[in-house]
Structures are given as structure tokens and as C-alpha cells.
């Protein structure tokens, strides 16, 4: 398969009949029909039509070494400066015609992070984890799986770390450790275009120290292995998603956030990559935080592009776009897009090498970030 087409991406979600999806109180049995997800689904499909339409397929494209095929960038690891540009770039580009968030962003930045940490840790003696990691993303390539990140913990009382929270699963932890895998329970919150997706690659959130090290865990799962609840949150506009038609000759695009929540969850050992080793946590937050804040350049600057594209346009309607100080509004708003954008591409040309992969600069990537 390797390269999926936006229509056989639609295809197979619309067929996973097993997962746990609530939105607004109710069920979701096809979030591809549901008036509530399919805008969602449709910004998410953006990202596989990326890959076949004429002025984009060169940078939604990318060469695998893992698997000798070209795929989808989404699941590509970076090789070089060029390759994280090229990232930035594409982002721009799918922004302008979805005009919102397209969701796989966060689990395209977990499959670098995790690819550049077990590397990290098989130097450390740690080998188990790149090697069965490998095998993971081999897989990701060929069935170009839609895969969401999952970060940000429900955290409960901020000021306290893992193990002092008076609840245990307000961070996700290990219940359990067998032979064939573990047991985790938890909630990841506030996670973008988790309904939409396949598989979800889980992080830990933060730092963790000796104490914490039920927390330093790491793995992916579909999105319908038992266990696994996702209920999606309300945002502002929800009612414009129930209306039909469509709004400039586009869809309707959104993009919505889920809890996650994972009731003592099977995961095999083969999708464990991290498992309570609390020194590498604070190194891959690092890794993954400067790899999104890059990507930040791109997405948002395409966002940006349609707002000033709206603005002009609506003073042109109301006859004021010859005023001074609406070009002067419209030229600073410029002015901001064309610096973050540069900045994010700044951060890509500008990387540093860890092993055979890329990662960004992260002081550019958090100057992005900054702008952003």
C-alpha cells in the first residue's frame, strides 16, 4: 500500500467498528458520517490527498531507507536539513486549503522523537527499544497509518509530580508488567484529531525522576484496542459543523481535541518503547517540544495567510482597503507570517544531526514557537 489516497484513507476509518468514541454524550459508530467529526476527517484527509495532488506531491512525498519506498512525509523520518524544510513547506501549503488544523502533525513529531530517543538509549546500552521502535515504523510506512500523538496529561494539581498526586491516573501509568506487555490507566488530554486517526503513539508529558518512573512510559495502540475511551471536547462555532454545504466552494474544516482515556489497557511488549526510564523523559519532551514549535512556521503561517487573505478581501467589499491604517494593519500581520515562517525554515536549515536522523535548532524553533 506505502501511499494511501485520501479516499482509501476514509475507507478504512469508516470501517473501524470497534473504537470508543463519544461526542456530545453519544456514540460515534462512523466519524466519517457523524456531522460532528466529518469536517475533522476531512482536514485529516488533506493530508493523503497532499501526497497525489500536482502542486504538492513533491514535498508530501518522501524516499525511506527503512523500507526502500517512497511514503507519505507524515510517517517519514527526517534525513537531513533539507527534509525538515521541506516539512515546513508542506505544512504552508495544506493550511491554505483546509484552512484550520490538520491533525497529524503531533503524531508525525512522535515518530521523529521516538526514533531519535531510542536511538539515544540503545547507545546507552537500551537496544530492545530502537530495534522493536524500527519494527514499528516499518510498519507505519508501508499501511501509512493515521496516527495521533497523545502528550498532555490530565496533570491534576500542577504543583505536584506524578507520584505525589492524590489521584493515580491523572498521568498515565504503568499498571503491570507481564511477559507479552503491559497494563496502563490513565487520561491524555486536550488531544488533536484523536478521533480522527488509527493509532495513537503515547509520551510522557514532562520530566520524571526515580520516584515518578510508573510514568516514564512510552507506546503506541490503535484506536480501538479495549480499553481505550475517547471523548471529544466542545469548541466555539460547534453548531456551524451540523449545517450542510459548503462555504466558498471548501467543506466545513475543523479540528477537534479528545480525552483520552485508558482503562487498564493491554499494550504488547513490541509497542513498548519506553518503560520506566525516567532519565530519557525530560530528553524526549525536549526533542518533541522543538520538533512541533518548528512545524509551527508552516501550519500557522498558512493559517495566517488565509486570515490576511480574508481581511483584504472584506475591506475591498466594505471600500476601505485604500485606508492607511488598515494597510498598515494587513502589512504588519504580513511582516509577522513571513518572520515566523522564516524562522521555522531557519530551524530546519539550521539542525543539528543525532545519529542518522535531524533535529531542529531549538532556539529557532522556540523563537517560532515565540512569534507563533
Not at 15 to 40: C, Q, W, Y
Not at 78 to 96: F, G, N, Q, T, Y
Not at 99 to 119: E, K, M, P, W
Not at 291 to 311: E, N, P
Amino acid at each position: 500500500m506505502v501511499l494511501r489516497t485520501g479516499e482509501q484513507y476514509l475507507e478504512s476509518i469508516s470501517h473501524r467498528s470497534k473504537a470508543e468514541i463519544f461526542v456530545m454524550g453519544k456514540e460515534v459508530d462512523d466519524v466519517t458520517r457523524n456531522p460532528f467529526l466529518k469536517p475533522s476527517v476531512m482536514a485529516f484527509k488533506a493530508t493523503y490527498d497532499a501526497a497525489w495532488e500536482e502542486d504538492s506531491k513533491d514535498l508530501g512525498r518522501a524516499w525511506s531507507p527503512f523500507i526502500n519506498e517512497e511514503v507519505n512525509r507524515f510517517t517519514h523520518i527526517h534525513r537531513s536539513p533539507e527534509d525538515l524544510a521541506a516539512k515546513v513547506k508542506l505544512l504552508r501549503k495544506i493550511s491554505h486549503k483546509v484552512g484550520a488544523c490538520f491533525q497529524r502533525c503531533v503524531g508525525f513529531d512522535a515518530l521523529n522523537t521516538l526514533y531519535i530517543t531510542t536511538s539515544i538509549m540503545a547507545e546507552k546500552g537500551r537496544k530492545d527499544y530502537y530495534q522493536r521502535f524500527v519494527e514499528y515504523l516499518k510498519q507505519v510506512q508501508k499501511e501509512d497509518i493515521a496516527l495521533a500523538g497523545a502528550m498532555t496529561d490530565a496533570k491534576g494539581i500542577r504543583t505536584l509530580k506524578p507520584h505525589e498526586q492524590p489521584h493515580p491516573d491523572v498521568y498515565v501509568k504503568v499498571n503491570e508488567v507481564t511477559k507479552d506487555g503491559i497494563y496502563v490507566s490513565g487520561a491524555k488530554a486536550n488531544i488533536t484529531g484523536v478521533a480522527a486517526s488509527e493509532e495513537i503513539i503515547v509520551l510522557p508529558t514532562r520530566a520524571m525522576t526515580k520516584e515518578d518512573k510508573d510514568y516514564a512510559v512510552a507506546f503506541s495502540v490503535p484506536l480501538d484496542t479495549e480499553g481505550v475511551k475517547i471523548v471529544v471536547g466542545r469548541q466555539l462555532n460547534d453548531a456551524r459543523r451540523f449545517e450542510e454545504g459548503d462555504i466558498d466552494g471548501l467543506p466545513y474544516f475543523y479540528n477537534h481535541e479528545g480525552l483520552v482515556i485508558f482503562d487498564n489497557v493491554f499494550v504488547p511488549m513490541e509497542r513498548v518503547f519506553m518503560l520506566g526510564d525516567w532519565e530519557f523523559s525530560g530528553v524526549l519532551v525536549e526533542i518533541f517540544s522543538a520538533y512541533h514549535r518548528q512545524g509551527y512556521g508552516g501550519c500557522k503561517a498558512g493559517l495566517a495567510d488565509v486570515i490576511i487573505g480574508s481581511a483584504s478581501n472584506l475591506a475591498k467589499q466594505n471600500g476601505v482597503e485604500k485606508a492607511s491604517h488598515i494597510q498598515d494593519k494587513l502589512t504588519e500581520a504580513v511582516f509577522l507570517t513571513e518572520t515566523m515562517y522564516a524562522a521555522g525554515i531557519a530551524a530546519s536549515l539550521n539542525a543539528v544531526k543525532v545519529g542518522d536522523a535531524w533535529w531542529v535548532n531549538p532556539m529557532h524553533a522556540n523563537v517560532t514557537k515565540h512569534l507563533v
